[in-house]
């Protein structure tokens, strides 16, 4: 598959997002979108290569610099002309879209709009003004998103080179861990690391001995690592997420660590088998994670933390709780994060027909043999 497929492929399906709900166009805004429709890198260009669909200037902000509106007839990129050489060199070239740049002091979201389409408008951005007065385009949030659901085989192969990458950048940055290392440091090495790759790092998780029992969203301090540490990685390319958390002990650890860390990666294992394409959600809820705790003597234990669910273009479209609506989809992206007090498991994997396939694999890590899961990195010694 090359790019132009691709990019036909999700064309199609917002065309049918069009006719399904009686709008004349939608309007992409957010990040997530504008690079999923974007279709990553040009079809000669490396995976390690930095550019490739990136609409962001401000990183904290959820849109971009540009956007997509689309009709049945077209699909024109729009943003200001600060960013056009950029934009139609390095990120979106090569796509049969169209091209509306305007003066950046005079630039109207709603003026291009009413340029580009005549009817009703869809979004995926709340407050966006159409057409004269107060009037707002129609908020369709997840009804776009769900067209990224499916993952293509061109973004399965972009996503199977993040998924490897960053868990190999992940090996690379724990092992250079040291007793007395600042968590700081640990986050600036990769941070180093994958941004040489044009990787994002989108959340900034290490948290250490103490801490551990204390913050499941521990982000990084001065404190100093001492005996035992997580690390965790969003890394973003392209739009996608790779999920991944990592364990690292710097000096001998308990046996009920060692016992609670691999009970839970069992269980995430056993989530990732539970996640089968036609499977309700809140049924792998209940069943997978309701009930491994359950078996973990814990059942109150999913309370104290998300679980994760659905990701791909997010860290996670769909956070799953007990009622949450839909069902597992083919060739999807998943990311479960089952905790206990001071240890967690996650990786990012795909849905097949023939099972869960696995992305942010390093084959170097140490892994439990009979779950495949990763297990706790023991660097005693090795820096001695």
Same mark, same amino acid.
């Given at each position: 598959?090359?790019?132009?497929?691709?990019?036909?492929?999700?064309?199609?399906?917002?065309?049918?997002?069009?006719?399904?709900?009686?709008?004349?166009?939608?309007?992409?805004?957010?990040?997530?979108?504008?690079?999923?429709?974007? @279709?990553?890198?040009?079809?000669?260009?490396?995976?390690?290569?930095?550019?490739?669909?990136?609409?962001?200037?401000?990183?904290?902000?959820?849109?971009?610099?540009?956007?997509?509106?689309?009709?049945?007839?077209?699909?024109?990129?729009?943003?200001?002309?600060?960013?056009?050489?950029?934009?139609?060199?390095?990120?979106?070239?090569?796509?049969?879209?169209?091209?509306?740049?305007?003066?950046?002091?005079?630039?109207?979201?709603?003026?291009?709009?009413?340029?580009?389409?005549?009817?009703?408008?869809?979004?995926?951005?709340? $407050?966006?003004?159409?057409?004269?007065?107060?009037?707002?385009?129609?908020?369709?949030? $997840?009804?776009?998103?769900?067209?990224?659901?499916?993952?293509?085989?061109?973004?399965?192969?972009?996503?199977?080179?993040?998924?490897?990458?960053?868990?190999?950048?992940?090996?690379?940055?724990?092992?250079?861990?040291?007793?007395?290392?600042?968590?700081?440091?640990?986050?600036a090495l990769a941070h180093e690391r994958l941004h040489?790759? $044009?990787?994002?790092?989108?959340?900034?998780?290490?948290?250490?001995?103490?801490?551990?029992?204390?913050?499941?969203?521990?982000?990084?301090?001065?404190?100093?690592?001492?005996?035992?540490?997580?690390?965790?990685? @969003?890394?973003?390319?392209?739009?996608?997420?790779?999920?991944?958390?990592?364990?690292?002990?710097?000096?001998?650890?308990?046996?009920?660590?060692?016992?609670?860390?691999?009970?839970?990666?069992?269980?995430?294992?056993?989530?990732?088998?539970?996640?089968?394409?036609?499977?309700?959600?809140?049924?792998?809820?209940?069943?997978?994670?309701?009930?491994?705790?359950?078996?973990?003597?814990?059942?109150?234990?999913?309370?104290?933390?998300?679980?994760?669910?659905?990701?791909?273009?997010?860290?996670?479209?769909?956070?799953?709780?007990?009622?949450?609506?839909?069902?597992?989809?083919?060739?999807?992206?998943?990311?479960?994060?089952?905790?206990?007090?001071?240890?967690?498991?996650?990786?990012?994997?795909?849905?097949?027909?023939?099972?869960?396939?696995?992305?942010?694999?390093?084959?170097?890590?140490?892994?439990?043999?009979?779950?495949?899961?990763?297990?706790?990195?023991?660097?005693? $010694?090795?820096?001695?």
């Amino acid at each position: 598959m090359d790019r132009s497929a691709e990019f036909a492929i999700k064309y199609e399906r917002l065309r049918a997002l069009l006719r399904t709900h009686g709008v004349a166009g939608l309007v992409l805004r957010s990040r997530a979108n504008v690079s999923w429709l974007g @279709c990553g890198p040009a079809d000669d260009a490396p995976l390690s290569a930095v550019q490739g669909s990136r609409s962001e200037v401000w990183h904290q902000s959820d849109g971009g610099v540009a956007w997509f509106v689309v009709t049945d007839a077209t699909v024109t990129l729009v943003t200001e002309n600060i960013e056009l050489p950029r934009l139609a060199r390095d990120e979106f070239g090569g796509l049969p879209i169209d091209i509306l740049a305007q003066p950046w002091h005079e630039s109207d979201p709603s003026r291009a709009i009413a340029e580009l389409v005549r009817g009703p408008v869809g979004t995926d951005s709340p $407050g966006l003004p159409v057409g004269a007065g107060d009037s707002e385009a129609r908020l369709m949030t $997840g009804e776009i998103a769900a067209c990224r659901a499916e993952l293509t085989e061109r973004e399965r192969d972009r996503y199977r080179w993040l998924g490897r990458t960053s868990a190999e950048i992940m090996s690379e940055v724990c092992r250079a861990i040291r007793p007395g290392m600042p968590e700081a440091e640990v986050v600036a090495l990769a941070h180093e690391r994958l941004h040489r790759l $044009g990787i994002a790092q989108e959340v900034d998780i290490v948290c250490s001995d103490d801490r551990l029992a204390e913050d499941r969203h521990g982000l990084y301090t001065d404190r100093r690592i001492n005996e035992l540490a997580m690390v965790v990685f @969003c890394a973003h390319k392209w739009g996608l997420v790779a999920n991944l958390t990592r364990m690292v002990a710097l000096a001998v650890p308990s046996a009920e660590t060692l016992r609670r860390h691999e009970a839970i990666s069992r269980m995430d294992h056993a989530l990732m088998l539970a996640t089968r394409p036609g499977t309700a959600l809140r049924d792998v809820f209940r069943d997978a994670v309701a009930g491994g705790y359950a078996a973990l003597g814990e059942p109150d234990a999913w309370r104290d933390h998300h679980q994760g669910g659905s990701t791909g273009y997010t860290g996670r479209d769909t956070r799953v709780t007990p009622t949450s609506a839909g069902t597992v989809g083919t060739y999807q992206a998943f990311a479960w994060n089952p905790s206990l007090v001071g240890v967690k498991s996650e990786d990012t994997f795909i849905t097949t027909p023939a099972g869960p396939e696995t992305l942010t694999v390093d084959p170097f890590w140490p892994t439990y043999a009979a779950t495949g899961k990763a297990a706790i990195l023991d660097l005693t $010694g090795s820096y001695e």
